[in-house]
T-cell receptor, first 112, second 113 residues
């Protein structure tokens, strides 16, 4: 158990819909990262937040957005969903001064 | 970040040492070598990292060649639970907290009974 929690574990929705994935980092970790893992793209970095502010952006679509709240939990919002958005979405966190990232169990999103 | 090359798959007998190679011939002087693993559809798990010296922790050992162009992750006594995809990642260490991890294809290690 990494200490990072993600909800929900599974999500099934239809094309065109909007969903929100939630991540609670390890206690005290200020950095939160989001990654997407699909069968054809592998594990890809989406976005990083540090203490409420966006720190780095990767291959995140404009239909996707994220935020980190004052209590440090983070949400990833996915809208206008397409079949190709079906994937595992992982959240990771890391503390200051440590470069290891601790990953949550992931949310499996299925778009039908 | 430097590109890495790993074999797509390897097999190992249970109880034997698993040696997973990684080539990173374009590594820069300030880049670290990190290893993570992912057990089927679970979140990736940090294993170990190093700059130029060999490193050991409770999970594994990391051997980095003197020219730093390649490294080997060693699981000294592999168990069935070590069956996973192992990722070698090279990245610059930053002063502030964290930076993205760029995952390649990794090596699928299968530990056989």
């Amino acid at each position: 158990d990494s200490g990072v929690t993600q909800t929900p574990k599974h999500l099934i929705t239809a094309t065109g819909q909007r969903v929100t994935l939630r991540c609670s980092p390890r206690s005290g970790d200020l950095s939160v990262y989001w990654y997407q893992q699909s069968l054809d793209q592998g594990l890809q970095f989406l976005i990083q937040y540090y203490n409420g502010e966006e720190r780095a952006k990767g291959n995140i679509l404009e239909r996707f957005s994220a935020q980190q709240f004052p209590d440090l939990h983070s949400e990833l919002n996915l809208s206008s969903l397409e079949l190709g958005d079906s994937a595992l979405y992982f959240c990771a966190s890391s503390p200051d001064g440590v470069w290891e990232q601790y990953f949550g169990p992931g949310t499996r999103l299925t778009v039908t | 970040d430097a590109k890495t090359t790993q074999p797509p798959s390897m097999d190992c007998a249970e109880g034997r040492a698993a040696n997973l190679p990684c080539n990173h011939s374009t590594i820069s002087g300030n880049e670290y070598v990190y290893w993570y693993r992912q057990i089927h559809s679970q979140g990736p798990q940090y294993i170990i990292h190093g700059l130029k010296n060999n490193e050991t922790n409770e999970m594994a050992s990391l051997i980095i060649t003197e020219d730093r162009k390649s490294s080997t992750l060693i699981l000294p006594h592999a168990t069935l639970r070590d069956t996973a995809v192992y990722y070698c990642i090279v990245r610059v260490a930053r002063e502030t907290s964290g930076s993205r991890l760029t995952f390649g294809e990794g090596t699928q290690l299968t530990v056989n009974p």
